[in-house]
């Protein structure tokens, strides 16, 4: 009986160790598949619920299973006109979603007052796995063929934009022009010039804008008035004085009003073109740490910038008058850049580029017309010097050349509702060897006429007036702060 018995427990033996095996390798099969696709859910519902808040709301969802359609007629120029009309009367427009689909796949929307029906039969149904899904296949993506959209998320902006000129407030804290610093504290009169005009220019708009309240208990932010630009090229403050003088302006404004203290500044702003402006809080770190920042020089990889709490502004020449025109066939310079050599960026490139035919870089001004290279250059290279922040991306974008970033850790200005890569080519530092072939696959592909044409479109975007016009780079300023606004509204007592 004994060698039956060994028999017998040698077979349950061996019988458990297959039996164990094959559920290890149902385990480790379940953890490398299934695991990595929850973790993708929770990862997507996290973000789900950041888009919650406003703050968030102009980011695109990593969850790209919606159908999207074209829309690139509603941005004709004609068009988008009407979208500033149909804000100003106040016409409320449905967002396109899922459940406005037809079973034939047709759509509607209001459009100005006008129902407009866009047949979807030109979008591309593919797989996850980007292959195209079969005729009769339910699609997991959907994807417009042709679709090239400036912003993250259109109607949620316009929507948003609409709410925030109806209700959006903001508290300029009062000095007269007897003030021994009012040329510090108020607008600027005439008309600002130079490469920091931003900063004056948001002031004045501001002031005649209809945003401005004189009752701090409706405001919902803070204007802190003084001008970096201006400490600058006052004698009595100069440079060396500027972080001094925001140290007893903000001690001064505590004392005499009790809006700052209540919320340690975070619901206060301020505005500064100059790079000097990062570092000028050094000595009031609650303004640097609690308040937004409204800064051209917007590096989220230098201290001193947040991004998502802080603003990248543009940095923009005014130029008033007609703006030129050059059709992109016309344009036969591949790529144009000039200026100082005062970053290692700058070096690389020049060095890289500056016997090629079809990359025109030049290390020093220009003997010729600048504003000619770029009008007929096809891109116009922006390359960051002392700060990410240069005129160059203006300059590309007023005269329809589309700007090519070569500044790495740049928070572009309005990021929160443009989509840059589809008005400009966004390049590592790193990638600038490759910069030539980068750009002719992208003329080669017929991609360049598209980013030309939403160049076209985003150009309103990037312009100042003195008298604020609907969607113009103060608005847009303005939009920025009405994301970061405070989400617990705090009453004033008496």
Not at 221 to 231: D, G, N, W, Y
Not at 336 to 356: C, H, K, P
Not at 405 to 410: C, E, F, S, T
Request: hydrophobic share 40%.
């Amino acid at each position: 009986m004994a060698p039956m018995v060994i028999k017998a427990a040698s077979f349950k033996g061996l019988f458990f160790m297959i039996s164990s095996t094959l559920i290890m390798l149902k385990i480790t099969l379940f953890f490398i598949t299934y695991i990595p696709s929850t973790s993708k859910m929770m990862i997507h519902d996290h973000d789900h619920d950041d888009h919650d808040h406003d703050l968030f709301a102009m980011k695109p969802s990593s969850d790209q299973s919606k159908v999207v359609f074209n829309h690139d007629h509603i941005l004709t120029h004609g068009q988008y006109d009407d979208y500033v009309r149909i804000l100003k009367d106040d016409v409320e427009r449905p967002l396109v979603n899922d459940d406005m689909l037809g079973v034939n796949g047709v759509s509607s929307e209001r459009d100005g007052g006008q129902v407009v029906t866009a047949n979807i039969s030109h979008v591309l149904v593919v797989h996850e796995g980007g292959k195209p899904a079969a005729k009769d296949s339910i699609p997991s993506k959907v994807k417009p063929s042709n679709a090239k959209e400036v912003y993250h998320d259109k109607d949620n902006f316009l929507d948003n934009y609409k709410q925030m000129n109806k209700t959006m407030k903001i508290y300029i804290y009062p000095h007269d022009k007897t003030d021994p610093f009012a040329n510090v504290l108020l607008p600027a009169s005439g008309s600002p010039g130079g490469n920091y005009a931003s900063e004056s220019y948001f002031k004045i708009a501001l002031s005649m804008s209809h945003f401005v309240t004189p009752d701090p208990s409706e405001a919902d932010l803070f204007f802190l008035p003084f001008s970096i630009a201006s400490m600058r090229h006052d004698k009595r403050i100069g440079t060396g004085g500027i972080k001094d003088f925001i140290k007893d302006y903000i001690s001064s404004i505590s004392h005499k009003y009790p809006y700052w203290n209540r919320t340690g500044g975070a619901d206060h702003f301020y505005v500064a073109c100059h790079s000097i402006g990062r570092t000028a809080m050094e000595k009031a770190p609650e303004v640097r740490i609690n308040a937004i920042q409204a800064v051209c020089s917007s590096s989220y990889f230098l201290q001193g910038y947040s991004a998502h709490k802080d603003v990248s502004i543009p940095q923009i020449w005014p130029r008033p008058g007609v703006r030129p025109t050059r059709h992109p066939s016309k344009r036969e310079t591949l790529a144009f850049y000039a200026g100082a050599m005062n970053s290692r960026v700058r070096e690389f490139l020049v060095q890289t580029w500056i016997n090629d035919t079809e990359i025109r870089v030049h290390q020093n001004r220009l003997k010729t017309s600048y504003s000619e290279s770029l009008l007929g250059s096809k891109f116009c290279l922006h390359a960051k010097g002392f700060e990410v922040n240069t005129a160059r991306v203006g300059d590309a974008i007023y005269y329809g050349c589309v700007p090519v970033i070569l500044a790495d850790h740049y928070e572009l200005p309005f990021a929160d509702i443009l989509n840059w890569n589809d008005f400009a080519v966004v390049i590592s530092t790193q990638d600038i060897p490759f910069l030539k072939r980068i750009l002719k696959k992208t003329v080669d592909s017929d991609e360049y006429l598209k980013l030309h044409t939403n160049v076209l479109k985003v150009q309103k975007h990037f312009q100042w007036h003195k008298k604020p016009v609907d969607f113009d780079t103060f608005n847009m300023v303005m939009f920025e702060l009405w994301l970061r606004r405070s989400s617990v509204r705090i009453h004033l007592f008496n």
